[in-house]
């Protein structure tokens, strides 16, 4: 897996609070732009195999469309159960248009 930032995405292609399914190196991955920030988060749930990028934003949260639980777009971790592991977050730079997101960890 590389560490290396790569371009997902135009950030002019973001809706707010409208999440976008992309893929590096074969890992799916979530961008959200919301409250003026850009997040990359795991795009799949840690309690079973369902798609975040499908799910609301809300108040810096991505909540999953099955059973309900939000996860801190920051931290990655959940705030409501069923879920109760964290999903991957990912480092985002924003270079003009570009979004760039790293693969290695944040937290
Ligand atoms: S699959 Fe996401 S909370 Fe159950």
């Not at 135009?10 to 003026?36: A, C, F, M, Q, Y």
């Not at 798609?51 to 099955?66: A, M």
Request: aromatic fraction near 6%; include cysteine.
């Amino acid at each position: 897996m590389s560490n290396a930032f790569v371009r997902v995405c135009g950030l002019s292609e973001l809706e707010d609070d409208t999440p976008k399914r992309v893929e590096i190196d074969g890992t799916p991955v979530s961008v959200v732009r919301t409250e003026g920030e850009v997040f990359a988060i795991y795009d799949i749930c840690s309690h079973a195999n369902v798609s975040l990028s499908e799910g609301e934003v809300d108040d810096c949260h991505i909540e999953c469309w099955l059973h309900g639980s939000r996860f801190d777009l920051r931290s990655g971790k959940p705030d409501a159960l069923p879920a109760t592991r964290p999903v991957p977050v990912y480092p985002v730079k924003i270079e003009g248009d570009d979004v760039l997101v790293s693969l290695s960890q944040e937290s």
